[in-house]
């Protein structure tokens, strides 16, 4: 079958396009983005010229504002204004864009709480608040976002309890909290979200063990990552740890756990990277771990093992880029 001419497949799009830059940008977006724009640094303002975010015949759309079609309007379906210095707080008036999918105002200056209000964007997939200096508990209306696949919310100050409402977000996959002053124990309910594939909780003021975190059959049944370093958790590793089959990376470093590492974790398929260092942890290392196929990394410093153990390849810090997730 011959493939459509470019010809033929400019008429077909330019209709769009014309469509797109005929229609009016729906008023109470309008109004909301001008009310943010008021609220934000000169470095954002500058670069949105006209009234219009959408843009009409004289001036482009705002940098970093995506609108599509909706009906006889056009809507703002993603903000993304991110590392421009903006400081004060969290523009309440984003919540009044309630056909946005994607919110990204990382590494700015942003300070105090998230407002109970976003729980009115039930289209967000992605959100992405990291490196600001936003601050108190964490809303549970962030629950409400059900269509939400990717939460950002590291190198804050956020305090409190973890809400268990963020069980309640049927797609998430990735959840970030790490770098923040969160207290209290993690959300065993955590466990029932099935499209979860990283958890990273490290470097806050966490309790608990990893017992009562793991303490169903079945949960976390996709999870890939899990980083529990730099907390206070107490207890040992339980053996339930081994039905997480997908896990790739376990990352455990700088809490109080003791006990011994149970053998079953060096038969978890995928296995590739386990921090147990600077515990007190106590016993031997189980031979199976130094034949496992995919171990590339076992790092032990600071514990109580027995002479004759030794780490398995070289320690260091994990850095996942922006591209391996966001989406």
């Not at 010809?7 to 109470?28: D, E, M, N, V, W």
């Not at 300070?111 to 992605?126: A, C, E, F, S, V």
């Amino acid at each position: 079958m011959a493939r459509p001419s470019f010809s033929l497949s400019l008429i077909l799009i330019f209709p769009l396009i014309f469509h797109l830059a005929l229609s009016k940008t729906l008023k109470r977006d309008v109004k909301a983005l001008n009310e943010i724009k008021a609220s934000l640094g000169w470095r954002v303002v500058y670069a949105w010229v006209g009234d219009d975010p959408c843009g009409d015949g004289d001036h482009p759309p705002w940098s970093g504002v995506t609108c599509s079609i909706a009906g006889d309007y056009r809507v703002v379906t993603e903000l993304e204004v991110y590392a421009v210095s903006i400081v004060g707080p969290f523009p309440t008036a984003v919540t009044n864009l309630l056909d946005l999918t994607r919110l990204d105002l990382h590494n700015n200056k942003l300070t105090g709480p998230i407002p109970p209000q976003i729980g009115r964007l039930k289209r967000l997939k992605i959100l992405n608040l990291r490196w600001n200096k936003l601050q108190d508990v964490l809303p549970p209306e962030i629950g409400e976002l059900k269509s939400l696949t990717h939460l950002y919310l590291s190198f804050n100050a956020f305090k409190g309890e973890i809400p268990r409402e963020l069980a309640n977000l049927p797609e998430l996959r990735y959840l970030y909290l790490h770098e923040n002053r969160f207290s209290g124990r993690i959300p065993a309910e955590l466990g029932t979200l099935k499209n979860l594939r990283h958890l990273d909780v490290g470097n806050n003021h966490l309790v608990g063990t990893i017992r009562e975190l793991i303490r169903s059959d079945g949960c976390f049944p996709a999870l890939r990552n899990l980083y529990l370093n730099d907390n206070y958790l107490t207890g040992g590793v339980p053996a339930q740890l081994a039905n997480l089959t997908s896990l790739e990376i376990l990352h455990l470093s700088h809490n109080k756990m003791t006990g011994i590492i149970p053998v079953g974790l060096a038969h978890m398929p995928r296995l590739t990277y386990l921090y147990l260092d600077h515990n007190n942890f106590n016993g031997r290392i189980p031979d199976a771990f130094y034949k496992h196929p995919y171990l590339k990394e076992l790092y032990i410093e600071g514990n109580a093992f027995k002479p004759g153990v030794n780490p398995i390849g070289v320690h260091k810090v994990l850095e996942v880029s922006d591209t391996d997730f966001v989406v």
